[in-house]
């Protein structure tokens, strides 16, 4: 699998270099500014983007532009932006063109190199890496009106709801609550009544919707 | 030979700086009466009616109504009296400084007129309205007549002295330009001279005449020495009170790190030593600690995060305030509705000022008002940022001593900012700011 990296700060762009080939990936280009990561887009066609929001020159979001240039030129270009802190605004922005294959995720996920890698993979295979904090904001704004759909939900459902948005599968979701992967199929079966959203088999769409409903406003 | 080069060189260069010279004074002429003509036809009949509607609104004031349209048309009579300090500045280099007390802040029109009249810039601003009125516009049209009537000189010499003395015109006698009598061409040439005069009199005066009217502007404008001691006094204040916020800003800074990142790396340090030691005699042991060290060091690092988004927002300086306040927006619990209008980067200082000012009314709102609803609003108008954040709660807000809004006010006045509030009880509270800036 082929990856472009984007990131300025040289020990980070090292270390996620030697992860990701430690991982079988197979770095395409590992730069460190915006115009550089534009290039490499249009010129590598790599399976996945792995960018920093904040690139020089400019440093402000260029990198995030970038991702989101890249993706409207190409929709559904793989593209996970990493940062040193999330906010919904930009998750926002990423999830609009609802074509997944998009990643957000906090620098510190790194530190847990397979479950980064899997977010990595996921992301590649045209699915969604969420960050939990942005899945908890969302659910921060929505558990205070109190009486909400999502307040009608069990402790476990809810659960197995934030794992679903983060973008996880029902067998990791399974794996990681140690629980069977048919009882989080009715977990999930319950969420999806209980939200009236529409059941879907295919994950990614599942998961979209997931991020769609808590977006919603209010 | 070098030195012959040299010398035509320069004498070239001599008589190229004189053309030169020559042009560009008559573009300065051309430009001074172009300056004056503007003066007196698009900013002058502002004067007029400015002047007019302030004494109507003056006199109106024992009626009530006054009350209520004193501080709009004196707010219009500064920005009347900016704009031509901003002429000044722009056509004659001239700066004539500006020393208005801030404008009232409480929404009870008495007490805004009460302060405005206070204030003596605007006894001023009044007395300058009246001169400029008569003054102004003769000064103004200065360098328009010199420049304008030679031109009519060339025109009868070129002919027009037929239409001006046949037919109807022909019962009057002769026409006069000036002095002279104009009855026939030869007499017409004697015009066209006396243009000639004139043109080299508005060669000569013409930018001097259009700085007669900015010196006059400036003598009737210029605040005087106890103003300008107001001033200071009001400078010095806010100047303490930014370096005591930023000193406590400091303080606490360097408080947060020493009792949070720096004390957790240094327990990371001290796992890390340990894991070294039991890594042969207790694998078990230490792989424990490897998570623990791991656990440290993702804490530290959210610890920092949100350090620096106390310090100054990453979205901040990403994206500028306006996103910054949607940012922030999202993350409160109230369905907030943000409407952003600024055509550009608000200045960095402002925006972090006008940042924080933001997050503490809404902080405010969320933690008081039991509002369902926020509104905030930003926007950018005859050069200053105005917010105003608008909740549909309980109201009863007050700048009182110890309220956050005391504080809010205090960081806005280093930027010559204004905080007002309107919370009646019962609700709904609004709180607007202005900040003086320019967008980049």
């Known amino acids: 699998m082929r990856v472009v990296l984007a990131e300025d700060l040289f020990l980070l762009r090292d270390g996620l270099v030697r992860l990701l080939e430690a991982y079988d990936f197979e770095i395409a280009a590992a730069v460190e500014t915006g115009p550089e990561l534009q290039r490499a887009l249009a010129d590598l066609e790599p399976d996945v983007a792995v960018v920093d929001v904040r690139l020089p020159p400019t440093h402000t979001d260029e990198g995030l532009q970038c991702a989101l240039e890249a993706r409207r030129r190409k929709p559904g270009l793989p593209v996970l932006v990493l940062s040193q802190h999330v906010e919904q605004l930009y998750a926002r922005e990423l999830l609009a063109d609802g074509s997944g294959g998009v990643g957000y995720l906090l620098k510190d996920r790194v530190f847990d190199a397979e479950q980064f890698v899997d977010a990595v993979r996921r992301v590649a295979a045209g699915g969604t890496a969420m960050d939990p904090q942005v899945i908890q904001q969302l659910l921060a704004r929505r558990a205070n009106d109190g009486r909400g759909p999502v307040d009608r939900l069990t402790p476990r459902e809810r659960e197995v709801m934030e794992l679903m948005a983060q973008g996880r599968s029902n067998a990791a979701i399974a794996g990681s609550l140690v629980v069977t992967e048919r009882a989080v199929a009715k977990h999930t079966a319950n969420i999806f009544v209980k939200l009236g959203l529409e059941v879907s088999d295919d994950d990614n769409r599942r998961v979209l919707a997931v991020l769609a409903y808590l977006d919603r406003d209010h | ?440």
């Open chain 2, 1 to 440: 030979m070098t030195g012959g080069r040299r010398l035509g060189q320069t004498d070239g260069m001599n008589t190229k700086t004189k053309r030169r010279d020559g042009g560009s004074r008559t573009r300065e002429m051309v430009l001074a009466a172009v300056q004056g003509l503007v003066l007196a036809v698009a900013v002058w009949p502002w004067t007029v009616a400015c002047y007019v509607l302030a004494l109507v609104s003056l006199a109106l004031i024992p009626l009530g109504i006054g009350v209520f349209t004193t501080p709009w048309i004196l707010t219009w009579a500064r920005a009347l009296a900016d704009n031509r300090r901003e002429l000044a500045r722009r056509w004659c280099g001239m700066s004539i400084p500006s020393a208005y007390r801030p404008l009232p802040r409480t929404a009870n029109p008495w007490k805004r007129t009460y302060a405005l009249l206070q204030d003596p810039a605007t006894w001023r601003d009044l007395r300058w309205l009246q001169v400029d009125m008569v003054a102004g516009l003769v000064t103004a049209l200065l360098p328009v007549v010199l420049v304008l009537y030679p031109l009519e000189g060339f025109a009868l010499a070129a002919g027009l002295w037929r239409t001006m003395t046949a037919g109807p015109y022909g019962a009057y006698g002769p026409y006069w330009y000036g002095f002279v009598p104009v009855s026939d061409q030869a007499t017409a040439f004697a015009a066209a001279g006396l243009g000639v005069l004139l043109l080299v009199v508005a060669d000569r005066f013409a930018v001097r005449a259009l700085g007669l009217h900015f010196r006059m502007t400036r003598g009737l404008l210029t605040p005087g020495q106890a103003e300008l001691a107001e001033r200071v006094k009001v400078l010095t204040d806010t100047r303490r009170d930014a370096v005591d916020t930023s000193a406590a800003e400091l303080r606490r800074i360097e408080r947060d790190l020493h009792d949070g990142a720096q004390a957790r790396l240094v327990a990371m340090g001290m796992d890390l030593g340990t894991i070294e030691l039991l890594l042969d005699k207790d694998p078990e042991k230490a792989r424990q600690l490897l998570a623990q060290a791991r656990q440290s060091s993702a804490e530290a690092l959210a610890e920092l995060r949100d350090l620096v988004r106390g310090i100054h927002p990453p979205v901040l300086a990403e994206r500028g305030l306006g996103d910054a306040v949607r940012a922030l927006a999202l993350r409160l619990p109230v369905p907030t509705e943000v409407a952003v209008e600024l055509p550009g980067r608000v200045e960095a200082p402002v925006e972090s000022a006008a940042y924080f000012a933001v997050s503490e009314i809404l902080t405010n709102a969320v933690k008081h008002s039991g509002a369902a609803r926020i509104w905030a609003d930003l926007h950018h108008a005859e050069g200053h940022l105005r917010i105003s954040v608008t909740d549909n709660g309980r109201g009863g807000a007050t700048i009182g001593e110890g309220s956050g809004l005391a504080g809010v006010e205090r960081r806005l006045g280093t930027f010559d900012g204004v905080l007002a509030v309107s919370s009646p009880a019962g609700g709904p509270t609004m709180v607007t700011m202005e900040i003086p800036c320019v967008l980049s």
